[in-house]
């Protein structure tokens, strides 16, 4: 019983105990509670006051800010305001000059009826003194020269026909000569001119010793594999690898390079390396032709043709890289088949493909012309390319204008300044003797020789020279070119003269 009632009892503590902590923790709960509420609208208080001040801070900057712009614009007012009235002032000086000019105009317009009335009087008097003269009476001296005027109409007529002639000519000339400096001039790409040697850099010379290898096995398999000679001369830390064919010395100068980047070299890794590089080069070739024939907006084009086309890359005619050419001719032909109304997608194609037949074998023979037009039959394009790529060196006829116009475009890639080396030094011979030929004459002051060499620009000294005698050198300066001198097309000179009076209001 005893045992019952401890325990009853400790039970009764227990549950007081832990009322009592829970009443103090509840307590202590809700102090904490409302110190935490104080905090947090300390803390919002705090954070309305900043917001408060960074508002003003902002009004304030953007007010000065305002302000500023406000300054700017009003100056950038006064500045237009002068301008205008700068403006105003000339058109009014202008108004004056132009009234002046009238003046003078009307003046001399009376003065020329006056002269008129004056030869009437003459021709009037002239007349009867030549009917007591000649004893002929008026409607015989009509006859006459009826007669005469008959005769001299006929001559001019023929003279009139003759010039008309010539000026269509050179009305046509001058809008083809247009045509063709349009497109030269929308078309302006660089030409690489290709060498016989490529440079490989080394890490250190020791690589030399084992590029050769024991006996000189390395660089024998090396020169047999790629078809091009390796010189390894005293050049610190590079080799020189030689070779008319660039493909050939892409292919050895790759596989050069990445054999002297892994320092495994010996016969049986080269002939390795020299495949996968010869590899490597073949799947770039279809890629550089389709590149080309995308930025051309050419379509249906072969997978062989693109691959060919690739391979013009590493083709060299006369110093011009083959594909930069082949390209350029391209877009010549196209921007002339535009201005003709033609298809610019048929010139581009034909024209882009002209030069193909450089691409292959050497093993095959023929013309490059006869091979290209070949080439392209076997490969389903049309007859109107076909022909285009046989006829741009006269081998066969021209069936199409198409072939007319890659022919130009042909000739104008390669013969324009800056194209071939050998063009370039005869350019500029031709720039110097048309300056000097230009300052020979007495009172040329300055030459300038403008649009690739078609116009000079011939600046007289107006104190010495009056108009009629710069029209004289003007003449004489063209037939001094015509003389000495040999160009394609023709040379505009113009002569100017001009006197400036320069004075300073202070």
């Known amino acids: 019983m005893t045992a019952i009632i401890a325990t009853i009892a400790s039970i009764i503590g227990l549950a007081a105990g832990f009322i009592v902590s829970f009443l103090l923790t509840n307590k202590v709960m809700k102090g904490k509670e409302n110190e935490a509420e104080t905090r947090a609208k300390t803390i919002i208080e705090d954070a309305e006051k900043k917001i408060e001040n960074l508002k003003k801070e902002k009004l304030i900057e953007i007010k000065e800010e305002i302000s500023k712009r ?9 500045s237009k305001k002068a301008k205008v009235q700068n403006a105003e002032k000339i058109i009014k000086h202008k108004e004056e000059q132009i009234s002046q000019r009238l003046e003078k105009i009307s003046k001399t317009e009376q003065q020329i009826e006056e002269k008129k009335e004056q030869i009437s009087n003459l021709m009037k008097g002239q007349t009867q003194r030549l009917e007591k003269i000649s004893l002929l ?6 006859k006459m020269l009826l007669e005469s005027v008959r005769n001299e109409i006929k001559v001019d007529v023929a003279k009139f026909l003759s010039k008309s002639l010539e000026e269509v000519k050179n009305r046509a000339n001058q809008e083809a000569q247009g045509i063709l400096l349009t ?3 929308r078309s302006a790409i660089d030409v690489c001119v290709e060498n016989t040697v490529s440079v490989v850099n080394l890490e250190s010379d020791e690589m030399k010793g084992r590029i050769i290898g024991r006996e000189g096995r390395n660089i024998r398999t090396f020169e047999l594999e790629t078809g091009v000679d390796l010189i390894i001369d005293d050049t610190p830390e590079a080799v020189v690898i030689s070779g008319y064919d660039p493909f050939k010395r892409e292919v050895a100068k790759r596989a050069l390079q990445k054999l002297t980047h892994d320092g495994r070299i010996h016969p049986a890794r080269i002939e390795e390396v020299v495949a996968k590089a010869q590899k490597e080069i073949d799947e770039e070739l279809v890629k550089n032709g389709a590149e080309v024939v ?9 997978a062989e043709l693109e691959r060919a086309i690739g391979r013009m890359k590493y083709r060299a005619s006369f110093g011009q890289n083959l594909l930069s050419h082949s390209t350029e001719v391209a877009y010549i032909a196209g921007i002339i088949a535009s201005e003709l109304g033609l298809d610019p997608r048929i010139a581009k194609r034909a024209a882009l493909l002209h030069d193909i037949g450089k691409c ?13 037009a070949d080439l392209a039959k076997k490969y389903k394009e049309s007859n109107i390319v076909v022909n285009a790529i046989a006829a741009h060196h006269d081998d066969v006829e021209h069936e199409t ?29 031709r720039l110097e003797q048309l300056e000097e030929i230009s300052t020979s004459f007495d009172g040329v002051n300055k030459c300038f020789v403008i649009q690739a060499g078609r116009e000079i620009r011939v600046i007289v000294e107006p104190d010495k020279l009056d108009d009629a005698q710069s029209i004289f050198v003007s003449n004489e300066i063209a037939k001094k070119i015509e003389n000495e001198m040999e160009y394609p097309g023709q040379i505009k000179v113009t002569v100017i003269r001009e006197k400036r009076s320069v004075s300073v209001a202070k």
């Open 294 to 302: 995308m930025q051309l907006g050419l379509h249906n084009i072969n």
């Open 70 to 78: 406000k300054i700017e614009c009003d100056s950038d007012l006064q």
């Open 360 to 372: 292959l074998d050497k093993e095959l023979d023929g013309a490059h012309a006869k091979l290209g």
């Open 401 to 429: 204008p198409y072939a007319t116009i890659v022919q130009i475009a042909d000739g104008i890639s390669s013969a324009r300044p800056g194209a071939r080396k050998e063009a370039i030094e005869n350019y500029m011979k």
């Open 137 to 142: 009476s008026r409607e015989d001296a009509k």
């Open 183 to 185: 497109a030269i001039q």
